[in-house]
């Protein structure tokens, strides 16, 4: 003989489920500690006075020697 369910609560665990998926995917994407952030924050830091020194300026003026 088949098992008897209640298909209310069937649904619920389902939607139950995908909410909690969906909560761990949004922790793995926004979730970061403290310690993360200001890591990246230093590491965008540290690029960006890199690309600033390898900049090449055009001036139409180039200063004089003296």
């Known amino acids: 003989m088949a098992e008897i369910i209640n298909l209310n609560r069937a649904r619920k665990a389902r939607a139950r489920a995908e909410r909690e998926a969906t909560a761990d995917a949004n922790r793995l994407l926004h979730g970061r500690t ?18 600033d020194g390898a900049r090449l300026d055009h001036d139409p003026d180039p200063p004089k020697a003296g």
């Not at 993360?36 to 890199?50: C, P, Q, S, V």
């Open 34 to 51: 403290k310690a993360e952030k200001a890591k990246g924050a230093a590491e965008r830091r540290l690029t960006d006075r890199r690309l």
